[in-house]
T-cell receptor, first 115, second 112 residues
Framework: DSGVTQTPKHLITATGQRVTLRCSPR?????VYWYQQSLDQGLQFLIQ???????AKGNILERFSAQQFPDLHSELNLSSLELGDSALYFC??????????????FGNGTRLTVT | DAKTTQPPSMDCAEGRAANLPCNHS???????VYWYRQIHSQGPQYIIH?????ETNEMASLIITEDRKSSTLILPHATLRDTAVYYC?????????????WGLGTSLAVNP
């Protein structure tokens, strides 16, 4: 058990809809990262938050947004969904104290299916 | 962060050692080598990391060549539960995880 919790585990929705994915990081971790993994593809970094503030953006579409709350949990919002957004979405957390990187700890993901 | 090269797939007999190679010829002196694995559709799991010296923990051993251009992850007694995709990643000592380059890794099949 990584200590990172993601909900829901599965999500099925229609094109054009909006969904919210939730992540609770490991206790003590300040950084939250969101990744997308399409079928048989590598992990694609979407966005990072550190202690409530956006730290970096990766290959995140404008239809997607995220935030990290004061209790450090994070939400990834996906809107105007398209068939190609179907994928596994992973949240990961790390300590990242004092600017020094540390290992990532991943949740078990949310499988999004857009029909 | 350095680009790494791994074989796409490997097989190993249950109970035998699994030796997973990784080439990172462009790695710089202050980049760690990290290993993660992903068991079918689960979140990737951190295994081990090292800089220059060989490292061992409860999951695996990491052997880094003296020139640091390659490394080998060793699972000493592979079990069926070790069947997974293994990722070798280079990362700066003070680097941010957002810059990690996740390739397609090595798909390890442990056979009974």
């Amino acid at each position: 058990d990584s200590g990172v919790t993601q909900t829901p585990k599965h999500l099925i929705t229609a094109t054009g809809q909006r969904v919210t994915l939730r992540c609770s990081p490991r206790s003590g971790d300040l950084s939250v990262y969101w990744y997308q993994q399409s079928l048989d593809q590598g992990l694609q970094f979407l966005i990072q938050y550190y202690n409530g503030e956006e730290r970096a953006k990766g290959n995140i579409l404008e239809r997607f947004s995220a935030q990290q709350f004061p209790d450090l949990h994070s939400e990834l919002n996906l809107s105007s969904l398209e068939l190609g957004d179907s994928a596994l979405y992973f949240c990961a957390s790390s300590e990242d104290a004092r600017g020094v990187g540390s290992p990532l700890h991943f949740g078990n993901g949310t499988r999004l299916t857009v029909t | 962060d350095a680009k790494t090269t791994q074989p796409p797939s490997m097989d190993c007999a249950e109970g035998r050692a699994a030796n997973l190679p990784c080439n990172h010829s462009t790695i710089s002196g202050n980049e760690y080598v990290y290993w993660y694995r992903q068991i079918h559709s689960q979140g990737p799991q951190y295994i081990i990391h090292g800089l220059k010296n060989n490292e061992t923990n409860e999951m695996a051993s990491l052997i880094i060549t003296e020139d640091r251009k390659s490394s080998t992850l060793i699972l000493p007694h592979a079990t069926l539960r070790d069947t997974a995709v293994y990722y070798c990643i280079g990362r700066l000592m003070t680097g941010n995880n957002r810059k990690l380059i996740w390739g397609l890794g090595t798909s390890l099949a442990v056979n009974p």
